[in-house]
C-alpha cells in the first residue's frame, strides 16, 4: 500500500489570537513545560520547578490577561490550545541598557505539534500586536541550549546582542 504524502488539508487549521480566561488551564500546562525545559537545560542555572508549577503559571499567566502592557497569545488547533507568547511592554532598562521595548518573555509550543510552524505563526503575531501599540523594538532571552528557538528567532528577524554568563559562587573558579 502506497503512503500518500501529507497534504495541507490533512494539517488542522491553526488560529494565533488572544488568550482568553477559558484557556487559562492550557497555559499553566505549556508555562509548566516551559520551566522544566529550562531546568533540564541547567539545573545550576533555572529555577527546580515547584511539585505544583502548573498551578502557580496558571495564576501567573492568569493575571496577566488583564494587564494592558502584557500581550499574550494562544496558539489553537482543533479547539486545543497548542503554544502561546507572553509579551510585555516595558520601559527604558538601564540595567539592560536599552530603550522601551516589547520583551518575549515567553514562547511554547506543545511537543507533539511542533514543526508545523506554530512557533513562527506566535512570534509573528506577538510582533505585529507589539507594533499595534506603537512599540518599535522587541527584545528576548533565549536558553543557549535551545538551539532549534534561536534559529527560530533568527528566521524571524531577532539577532544576538547580549550574552548573560553564569557562575556559581559556591565552589572554585576552575
Known amino acids: 500500500m502506497a503512503v500518500r504524502p501529507l497534504q495541507p488539508s490533512d494539517v488542522p487549521a491553526t488560529v494565533v489570537r488572544p488568550a482568553t480566561p477559558a484557556d487559562v488551564p492550557a497555559l499553566g500546562?505549556?508555562?509548566?513545560?516551559l520551566v522544566r525545559v529550562h531546568h533540564e537545560f541547567d539545573a545550576a542555572r533555572f529555577i527546580v520547578p515547584p511539585a505544583d508549577?502548573?498551578?502557580?503559571?496558571?495564576?501567573?499567566?492568569?493575571?496577566?490577561?488583564?494587564?494592558?502592557?502584557?500581550?499574550?497569545l494562544v496558539a489553537e488547533?482543533?479547539?486545543?490550545?497548542?503554544?502561546?507568547?507572553?509579551?510585555?511592554?516595558?520601559g527604558?532598562?538601564?540595567?539592560?541598557?536599552?530603550?522601551?521595548?516589547?520583551?518575549?518573555?515567553?514562547?511554547?509550543?506543545?511537543?507533539?505539534?511542533?514543526?508545523?510552524?506554530?512557533?513562527?505563526?506566535?512570534?509573528?503575531?506577538?510582533m505585529a500586536a507589539l507594533r499595534?501599540?506603537?512599540?518599535?523594538?522587541?527584545?528576548?532571552?533565549?536558553?543557549v541550549q535551545?538551539?532549534?528557538?534561536?534559529?527560530l528567532f533568527a528566521r524571524a528577524g531577532f539577532r544576538p546582542t547580549m550574552i548573560e554568563m553564569t557562575r556559581e559562587l559556591d565552589g572554585e573558579v576552575r
Do not use: K, W
Open 53 to 72: 508549577i502548573e498551578n502557580v503559571y496558571t495564576g501567573f499567566l492568569g493575571a496577566l490577561l488583564d494587564e494592558p502592557d502584557a500581550v499574550v
Open 77 to 90: 488547533r482543533d479547539g486545543d490550545v497548542v503554544g502561546y507568547t507572553y509579551a510585555a511592554i516595558e
Open 132 to 143: 499595534a501599540r506603537d512599540v518599535r523594538q522587541a527584545v528576548l532571552f533565549t536558553a
Open 92 to 126: 527604558t532598562d538601564f540595567l539592560a541598557l536599552r530603550g522601551p521595548a516589547g520583551v518575549l518573555h515567553d514562547l511554547a509550543v506543545d511537543p507533539a505539534h511542533r514543526a508545523h510552524g506554530i512557533g513562527r505563526m506566535l512570534v509573528d503575531a506577538t
Open 146 to 151: 535551545n538551539e532549534s528557538a534561536q534559529r
Open 29 to 33: 500546562r505549556l508555562g509548566a513545560l
